[in-house]
């Protein structure tokens, strides 16, 4: 029989799930003693490995002082104040703010009602379509599951929400004609530079670039979804740095905190900024009671000072390029279909004759965890701390279960 909790993603019928006890480095063990080398750094964000004992004395530090306090008007707290400081003086987008949240989903949520209400207070109200791409995950609550370009992610929710559309995900064309038809409707255009839930898909070379320039002409913002891509996983700080293009607003949440604890956020560009300032007595009426939690702000000066001090975005674009040559040189053999991915997160396309769960469970068993998505993708997204050795052993184990 079941037990009580309720795991996401993942059948409820399920009786047995390894229990994962402890982590250090790139390593974690289950409850038999098993060894196994994270290759997905948890979740796509474990950024700095497990277990680290910095980690926990600044959060017990803060705990000690004050473990948390309502960002609601009219309080702050020297946490949520140092991080987003840190956070805007990272980004591309200049006189930056930060609004925050508690997850990557609350996050997506958050820059969606931002870009529909800088329409409203900029004096276009109609300007609510929200267009965003096939095979895109943005979270799970309402918004981002009306933004998801993931079909079986929305079945049985019921209506969604209205102005929210799709376009296929390389072909800009359909996104050119879609703004043109709608010059007057639309509010914002939702991206991941790297759609990654989906499987790790790039963006065409020159998409980020057009569809910066269509939001300009169309008067429309431009939205990056960073919850995987931020803080490093493309050995820049941004996916915005790597490819150049410079959003409105950018969704994070994940590798802020290496997942230490739970935090997300939105980093808000000028013209968001200048709508929302625009009337002194206007009062922004979103948020939630954990906005700019001291502990979990303190969770992500110290991890962003792990990441500067280690100069492990440097790390992360070795560590990629290592995995990236093995994982190819296994296709080049034909033992995959194909391979693709930037920075530090990858996938392997498999042949029609392999199946990506068993695939999946047989590398676990053999030491290495990935990622299963559908039954023709297995995904890589090691922390950056990985050693030489752990790559190797990664991309040897897929060898062998495909070989």
């Known amino acids: 029989m079941p037990g009580a909790f309720l795991h996401p993603f993942a059948k409820p019928s399920r009786e047995r799930f390894p229990s994962i ?7 974690v063990w289950d409850h038999t003693g098993h060894e196994m080398i994270d290759a997905m750094a948890s979740l796509w964000y474990c950024q700095i490995g ?8 600044a959060i017990a530090g803060q705990i000690r002082q004050i473990e948390a306090y309502s960002c609601f008007d009219p309080f702050t707290n020297g946490p949520a104040d140092q991080l987003a400081e840190k956070i805007a003086s990272l980004t591309p987008m200049p006189d930056a703010r930060v609004f925050f949240t508690n997850s990557g989903s609350e996050a997506i949520d958050s820059a969606m009602k931002l870009a529909r209400l800088t329409q409203v207070l900029d004096g276009q109200p ?3 379509l929200i267009i965003s791409r096939v095979r895109g995950y943005h979270g799970t609550n309402y918004g981002g599951t009306s933004a998801q370009g993931l079909p079986l992610n929305k079945e049985g929710y019921g209506t969604l929400l209205d102005d929210v559309v799709q376009v296929p995900a390389d072909d800009i064309e359909a996104l050119s004609m879609l703004m043109a038809e709608n010059s007057n409707r639309v509010a914002a255009v939702l991206t991941e530079p790297v759609q990654g839930a989906a499987g790790v898909y790039p963006p065409n070379e020159g998409y980020l670039d057009e569809a910066r320039r269509l939001c300009d002409q169309h008067g429309a913002l431009l939205i990056f979804d960073e919850v995987i891509t ?13 490819f150049d293009v410079v959003p409105d607003l950018t969704a994070f949440a994940k590798g802020v905190t290496s997942g230490y604890l739970p935090l997300g956020g939105v980093i808000v560009g000028p013209r968001v900024s200048e709508a929302l300032e625009s009337d002194r007595d206007f ?18 000066l110290k991890n962003i000072e792990i990441l500067e001090k280690n100069n492990l975005l440097k790390a992360a674009s070795g560590m990629g390029y290592r995995l990236e040559r093995g994982l190819r040189a296994i296709a080049d053999d034909g033992g995959v279909d194909h391979v693709r991915g930037v920075g530090a997160v990858f996938a392997v396309g498999l042949r029609d004759d392999q199946n ?8 676990i068993q053999a030491g290495v965890i990935t990622r ?16 030489d050795e752990q790559i190797d052993t990664i991309v040897d184990v897929l060898a062998e279960a495909v070989g």
């Open 21 to 27: 006890t402890h982590g250090k480095g790139s390593l």
């Open 50 to 57: 497990h277990g680290r004992g910095d980690m926990a004395d």
């Open 126 to 128: 109609e300007r609510r």
């Open 230 to 242: 931020g803080f490093g996983r493309l050995g820049t700080w941004f996916a915005a740095d790597h």
């Open 283 to 300: 009062i922004l009426r979103h948020g939630y009671t954990y906005s700019g939690h001291p502990t979990a702000c303190a969770a992500g």
């Open 356 to 363: 990506a769960v068993q695939l999946r469970d047989a590398m």
């Open 372 to 387: 299963a998505i559908g039954t023709d993708t297995i995904t890589y997204c090691p922390p950056f701390v990985t050693t």
